[in-house]
């Protein structure tokens, strides 16, 4: 002190400063050290609990499966859509965002999901995946169906990692379909829907069935359910529900929905039939067996490229579950009976072009509007399968084909 009070009187600066803030509170915590610690920790106690009830933490059973999913590459964003128990379709409005990036570890309830790994709009995979409950045993071989769990923790599950290829590479052979678009779709027959409007998003899709030779490319082995005379590389492939999901995802693509299959069938609602309104009459007599993928050349949409074969060549399976709608009241809610669970819809061809591998084509057998119910494990002569593509991640309920609920409940602008 005596020497900043010469510097003073000497016109030189002084070393002596006033205590800080943080000083003087240091000193009264130094003076008060029991009080000053219990009243900090009654605030951190205080913010603690205002914290969880403005932000609670889900609780989770101890029987729910704790899930790991990673991506190649990795780092990727992941979310998963839960397909509902009554009748397959996916539930975006219950959409369930993983934290961080790829590989992701979170809770999710047994049940099958659409599985949405993003990179971004031109980088991107769907997929499906299926988490076990407690109870299931041995998984099946196809990654859709197939789990591994911790031999520790019964309840820690490892789904099968997603293989993400880029949106250019996955679509350069396939035709884009524009939308938003709205459509018409049902029709009188038997298993038909009710007529009915629906908008539909823009999608990609193979211009030809998939190949036998494509199928030997993906597995390095050639099918063995091939019929006589259609053992050649440009044949379609015939195959179970499963195995077409399975070679489909290793594309990098997904199976159409049975209102994207029809989008198409019918020019946007636009036509009768791929090609037009009127069957070539010469088409009834002349084709006496299924023809090479890329024919008959009649049958072609207006795509870039043209999509061919929608009515004149195998019938496709969707990846729609079968369910009814018993009135004309559009009840999309109703549940699929127990028995129908493991059937999905066959467009493209009726009964006796799936079941009997007969190729006629004609109005009444051709006609893209009428369904079929094959089951998912069975495989039949005239039936096979192409694929789509999203255009974009479907992250959102305007990213899917709207229900007629949907359309009613959407807000108005």
């Known amino acids: 002190m005596a020497a900043d009070l010469k510097r003073f009187l000497d016109n030189e600066p002084i070393q002596s400063r006033r205590v800080s803030v943080l000083g003087r509170l240091w000193r009264k915590i130094k003076q008060r050290p029991i009080v000053y610690s219990l009243s900090t920790s009654v605030s951190c106690l205080f913010i603690f609990l205002a914290f969880q009830v403005l932000f609670p933490t889900p609780t989770v059973s101890a029987d729910t499966p704790i899930v790991t999913l990673n991506t190649e590459p990795e780092g990727a964003k992941v979310a998963f859509i839960p397909l509902s128990k009554k009748n397959g379709e996916p539930l975006p409005e219950q959409i369930i965002h993983a934290e961080g990036t790829s590989p992701v570890t979170l809770p999710l309830e047994p049940g099958d999901y659409l599985v949405v790994a993003y990179f971004n709009d031109e980088w991107f995979h769907e997929v499906y995946r299926h988490v076990p409950d407690k109870h299931e045993g041995i998984p099946e071989n196809f ?79 050639n099918p063995n359910l091939q019929p006589t ?98 009135d004309k009241k559009l009840e999309f809610s109703n ?49 096979g399968v192409r694929c789509v593509k999203s255009a974009r991640p479907r992250l959102t309920i305007d990213d899917f084909v709207s229900s007629p609920h949907q359309e009613k409940n959407k807000p108005q602008n």
């Open 143 to 221: 990654a859709h169906r197939r789990f591994s769990r911790d031999k520790r923790h019964h309840n820690y599950i490892i789904l099968p990692s997603i293989k993400i290829r880029r949106l250019k590479e996955v679509t350069k052979d396939m035709a884009y379909l524009e939308g938003p678009n709205r459509a018409s779709f049902g029709g009188d027959s038997r298993y038909a829907l009710p007529q009915h409007d629906r908008s539909m998003p823009g999608f990609w899709m193979d211009s030809k069935e998939l190949s036998v030779e494509i199928f030997t490319r993906l597995f390095e082995m």
């Open 229 to 326: 005379g259609r053992e050649g590389p440009d044949y379609a492939v015939l195959l179970q529900y499963d195995m077409a999901v399975n070679l489909a995802e290793k594309q990098g693509k997904r199976l159409p929905t049975e209102f994207e299959w029809v989008y198409a069938a019918t020019q946007a609602g636009k036509t009768r039939f791929s090609w037009g309104n009127q069957l070539p009459e010469e088409v009834q007599l002349n084709q006496e067996q299924f023809l090479p993928v890329g024919y008959p050349l009649f049958d072609q949409l207006p795509t870039t490229p043209p999509i061919f074969g929608l009515c004149s060549n195998v019938a496709e399976w969707t990846c729609t579950q079968v369910y009814f709608h018993s």
């Open 335 to 383: 549940e699929t009976p127990t028995s129908l669970r493991n059937y999905r819809v066959v467009r493209g061809g009726s009964d006796s072009v799936i079941f009997d591998g007969n190729p006629t084509v004609d109005s009444q057998s051709r006609d893209p509007r009428l369904r079929s119910f094959v089951h998912r494990g069975q495989t039949h002569a005239g039936l």
